[in-house]
């Protein structure tokens, strides 16, 4: 399993070896599949497949076809397309939010070019839709019915909420699809090739959805509690480029007049440092912290909800373990 592979609990040695013997050969396979004939596109395309990642989503396919059979051949394909998919999006993500960095590593668009990135994600994004058409008419229409979602949050993200949205709705709403979709997509993948029942499977769609949340909204904590590059890039990123996450948004939404200064500030982008440090320095210590944190563990729940409708199996603990990781990054 690649080392940057997220920890989880296992209480089961069983589970263990054969979760891990899974993720081994979902990273063999997505290390194959970005490989061409043409030395530079494969170097462009392994570029962040070599930087690591946590294989979140590749996780929660193996695990969630552990309530079924794990051994079923369609499963690491389709976890390896829901990883593909998700690296093909970070390729985008860099170019728009003009990222120097990914995963410490420098972003493809600044080691190449905006249009070498994009170009590399719709290159991943094809290799995807060559994985999917060896698994079927199913797999095809989650996989599209996903990605439609994914275009759907990032076009909402970047215009914004509209006149008469809560803001704080608007963003909660817009990582549902951006991030819970995919995740949810992973566990729905996992469940149906392991020939998981349906009621089954529409409780771990809804866990993957729920965990998808609650684990961006523990990123924006990160950014701002950390004081190491935790999340793979330098704390307070979001916070100097006046990106408005979890913590700031509650920030703004605060009638404190003690907290006016904290408004004032996290209400633009701060390019300067001691301006920066002093941001950081009071949404660290405000209210808004607190009900960032607050907002993340009613999702951590949500997510723990779901699963009791699951038997009571290692692999079910296991999730529970993994919804308990979310909240401990966090701090």
Same mark, same amino acid.
């Given at each position: 399993?690649?080392?940057?592979?997220?920890?989880?609990?296992?209480?089961?040695?069983?589970?263990?070896?054969?979760?891990?013997?899974?993720?081994?050969?979902?990273?063999?396979?997505?290390?194959?599949?970005?490989?061409?004939?043409?030395?530079?596109?494969?170097?462009?395309?392994?570029?962040?497949?070599?930087?690591?990642?946590?294989?979140?989503?590749?996780?929660?396919?193996?695990?969630?076809?552990?309530?079924?059979?794990?051994?079923?051949?369609?499963?690491?394909?389709?976890?390896?397309?829901?990883?593909? +998919?998700?690296?093909?999006?970070?390729?985008?993500?860099?170019?728009?939010?003009?990222?120097?960095?990914?995963?410490?590593?420098?972003?493809?668009?600044?080691?190449?070019?905006? +249009?070498?990135?994009?170009?590399?994600?719709?290159?991943?994004?094809?290799?995807?839709?060559?994985?999917?058409?060896?698994?079927?008419?199913?797999?095809?229409?989650?996989?599209?019915?996903?990605?439609?979602?994914?275009?759907?949050?990032?076009?909402?993200?970047?215009?914004?909420?509209?006149?008469?949205?809560?803001?704080?709705?608007?963003?909660?709403?817009?990582?549902?699809?951006?991030?819970?979709?995919?995740?949810?997509?992973?566990?729905?993948?996992?469940?149906?090739?392991?020939?998981?029942?349906?009621?089954?499977?529409?409780?771990?769609?809804?866990?993957?959805?729920?965990?998808?949340?609650?684990?961006?909204?523990?990123?924006?904590?990160?950014?701002?509690?950390?004081?190491?590059?935790?999340?793979?890039?330098?704390?307070?990123?979001?916070?100097?480029?006046?990106?408005?996450?979890?913590?700031?948004?509650?920030?703004?939404?605060?009638?404190?007049?003690?907290?006016?200064?904290?408004?004032?500030?996290?209400?633009?982008?701060?390019?300067?440092?001691?301006?920066?440090?002093?941001?950081?320095?009071?949404?660290?210590?405000?209210?808004?912290?607190?009900?960032?944190?607050?907002?993340?563990?009613?999702?951590?729940?949500?997510?723990?909800?779901?699963? +009791?409708?699951?038997?009571?199996?290692?692999?079910?603990?296991?999730?529970?373990?993994?919804?308990?990781?979310?909240?401990?990054?966090?701090?």
């Amino acid at each position: 399993m690649t080392p940057a592979a997220i920890a989880v609990g296992f209480d089961d040695p069983v589970l263990e070896r054969s979760v891990r013997g899974g993720l081994d050969a979902v990273e063999a396979a997505l290390r194959e599949s970005v490989l061409t004939g043409d030395d530079f596109v494969s170097d462009v395309s392994r570029h962040l497949v070599d930087a690591g990642g946590k294989r979140f989503r590749p996780m929660v396919s193996v695990l969630a076809a552990h309530f079924g059979d794990p051994t079923r051949p369609e499963i690491v394909p389709a976890a390896v397309v829901c990883e593909i +998919t998700h690296l093909a999006t970070l390729y985008h993500d860099d170019v728009m939010d003009e990222a120097l960095v990914r995963r410490g590593a420098p972003s493809a668009n600044a080691r190449w070019t905006n +249009t070498v990135a994009i170009l590399t994600g719709d290159f991943l994004f094809s290799r995807a839709s060559n994985i999917l058409s060896d698994l079927g008419p199913f797999a095809v229409r989650l996989q599209a019915r996903t990605f439609e979602r994914l275009v759907i949050g990032q076009i909402r993200e970047t215009v914004g909420a509209r006149a008469g949205v809560d803001p704080l709705d608007h963003y909660l709403s817009v990582l549902a699809d951006k991030t819970g979709s995919l995740i949810a997509a992973a566990a729905e993948f996992g469940a149906h090739f392991a020939g998981v029942d349906d009621e089954q499977i529409a409780s771990l769609r809804l866990f993957g959805e729920q965990i998808g949340v609650a684990f961006q909204l523990s990123d924006d904590i990160i950014d701002v509690a950390s004081e190491s590059a935790e999340s793979g890039k330098t704390p307070g990123t979001d916070l100097r480029e006046g990106i408005a996450t979890l913590p700031s948004l509650y920030a703004l939404r605060s009638t404190d007049p003690a907290s006016a200064r904290l408004r004032e500030l996290v209400s633009r982008p701060l390019p300067d440092d001691a301006e920066h440090g002093e941001a950081l320095r009071l949404l660290r210590e405000s209210a808004g912290m607190a009900e960032a944190r607050a907002t993340l563990q009613e999702h951590v729940d949500a997510a723990r909800t779901t699963l +009791t409708a699951l038997p009571d199996v290692p692999a079910r603990r296991a999730l529970e373990a993994l919804t308990e990781l979310v909240i401990d990054r966090t701090g």
